[in-house]
């Protein structure tokens, strides 16, 4: 028989819009869900302009929100694929303002009863788990992880965690409904978002719970499982229950990311990753120390070294962990990407530059990585030269949307110049308006408007084939383009709703460039 949620008075199976009673709505912090939904990014998304254009209008979405839920509605939801490690894409899920409202407003009304975070502790604290300054080496660290974990998240098994844990059946039952309409085939959670991490915690939590009783010392941070076992024939064993547990939660484990190593090897692995870098400073120390020779008699002469300073071998150093990041083999990859995201945020305020060609070849090597070299683009001051870098990166082969989201937002962040890569670069972000995603087609159309480079037509016919997702969104961007100045297409979208409105009134009030 299948299962049905009661929202209000009504129990649907799959019903086509989701329902928000009003007693439910009045004890929901809409409000602020509204502030988070309009003021904070997705985990590596960047500030869409959908939630941009709603600056300053909290309240308005809050009743929004709460009006069209009220009456009854079904929320809108658009995936995109991000890179991860490998080739293998992670999807995204992507929210209407309203929706995310929803969803963070349910989540925060059931978060007192529901684990602490996983990820406010450091994940430094994860891997020193089981593993001292002098181990035994009999003992043996179990590592592994969920494969595909929020996709396979069942909704009954954590409606009934969430139950059990927060006996708040009325807030569950909403928030089941409004995933079962996201994700019509009973499982699956949005990625990205600190809602989701806190549901993942909860249903994870499970199998944490199952292992500890059955006498294992278990750690977690996320979907990473660390088990201390004393033996290798248990930790052989351990791994047999992790399996068993997850399958009864409807996991698996992710077979590259499961291993089992001695605890005086994980330490080894720990100093060593930290000597790696020592090297790097020692490297560049030895090469900048100079030698003068001061001459002390007719044929004597004293050796003086002249200590380089701090700030040059510090460069030398982070910059040759980002050379050899984009240069070196595969087999020094943890400790390039450990240090790699370091350098690359540290270098930002430095007097030198990286090289262009390396900061591309990051990228095409870890396309995971563009958010580290947009974010060290955006806070260096050689505009042309930036966007010289931003042009080789949308010449780059593999784009996934996730991608295309930032080249565009750092596109609108660049100073314009007169310059072939910056036109070679709106060349590229015309092409975006013929994308499938509609989140990648309204983020192109910003970068456009702002560069004059977008007609009222072309947002119109962006505008008929959107949803609440970039809805708002394009009605700042028409905003921006008729800047006092009233268009017809403008009229058309600005009217369209309460939100739409707000975010063309918004639009109107822009004025340059934007920063990431």
């Known amino acids: 028989m299948a299962t049905t949620y009661m929202l209000g ?40 302009i959908s939630d941009r254009s709603l600056d300053g209008g909290v309240s308005q979405l809050a009743r929004h929100t709460e009006a069209r839920f009220g009456r009854g509605h079904s929320p809108a939801i658009e995936t995109i694929t991000m890179p991860k490690k490998g080739l293998g894409p992670r999807p995204i899920s992507l929210l209407s303002p309203e929706t995310r409202t929803l969803y963070d407003a349910l989540v925060e009304k059931l978060k007192p009863g529901l684990p602490s975070p996983s ?10 788990f089981g593993v001292p300054v002098w181990p035994d080496r009999g003992v043996q660290i179990v590592d592994f992880d969920i494969a595909a974990c929020y996709e396979y998240i069942d909704h009954n098994i954590l409606a009934e965690e969430l139950l059990i844990q927060t006996l708040d059946a009325d807030s569950v039952s909403a928030l089941m409904g409004l995933l079962l309409d996201m994700f019509p085939r009973g499982m699956g959670i949005p990625q990205a978002m600190d809602s989701s991490h806190l549901l993942g915690d909860a249903y994870l939590n499970q199998i944490e719970r199952d292992m500890s009783r059955e006498g294992y010392d278990v750690h977690r ?63 560049a120390a ?71 060609e390396w900061l591309v070849q990051v990228v095409a090597k870890e396309p995971v ?20 870098t931003l042009r080789d990166l949308t010449r780059l082969p593999r784009q996934s949307p996730w991608a295309r989201l930032w080249m565009a937002r750092l596109a609108d962040s660049l100073e314009p110049v007169e310059a072939e890569s910056r036109d070679e670069v709106i060349s590229w972000a015309n092409g975006l308006l013929d994308d499938r995603h509609e989140t990648v087609r309204a983020e192109g159309a910003w970068f456009l408007v702002n560069n004059e480079q977008i007609s009222p037509a072309a947002i119109g016919e962006l505008f008929v084939s ?46 340059g460039s934007m920063l990431l």
């Open 119 to 128: 990820r406010a502790q450091p994940m430094s604290d994860h891997q020193e």
């Open 9 to 48: 008075r009504t129990p649907f199976e799959r019903f086509p819009a989701v329902h928000l009673p009003s007693t439910l709505a009045k004890k929901l912090p809409i409000h602020n869900a509204a502030r988070n939904a309009v003021a904070t990014t997705l985990h590596q998304v960047p500030h869409l």
């Open 369 to 388: 990585r563009l958010f580290n070299v947009g974010s060290y683009l955006v806070n260096r001051h050689e505009n042309l030269r930036n966007w010289s």
């Open 221 to 283: 941070f996320a979907d990473d499982f660390r088990i201390v076992t004393e033996s290798q024939s248990q930790a052989f064993e351990a791994i047999e229950h992790a399996m068993a547990i997850a399958r009864r939660y409807g996991l698996v484990l992710a077979d590259k990311k499961t291993n089992i190593r001695s605890a005086w090897d994980v330490r080894e692995e720990i100093i060593a990753k930290e000597d790696a870098f020592q090297k790097y400073n020692e490297e």
């Open 286 to 356: 030895e090469q900048l120390t100079a030698i003068e020779f001061m001459q002390i008699g007719y044929d004597d002469w004293s050796a003086i070294e002249t200590e380089p300073d701090p700030q040059d071998v510090n460069f030398m150093a982070l910059s040759r962990v980002i050379e050899d990041w984009a240069t070196g083999d595969a087999n020094n990859y943890t400790v390039h990407t450990h240090f790699g995201t370091r350098a690359l945020q540290a270098l930002q305020a430095s007097d030198e530059r990286l090289k262009d």
């Open 466 to 511: 959107a949803t609440d997702i970039t809805k708002v969104g394009l009605a700042g961007v028409v905003g921006r383009l008729d800047a006092g100045s009233v268009s017809a297409v403008g009229k058309a979208i600005r009217d369209d709703s309460a939100l739409t409105r707000l975010a063309y009134s918004w639009g109107e009030d822009q004025c």
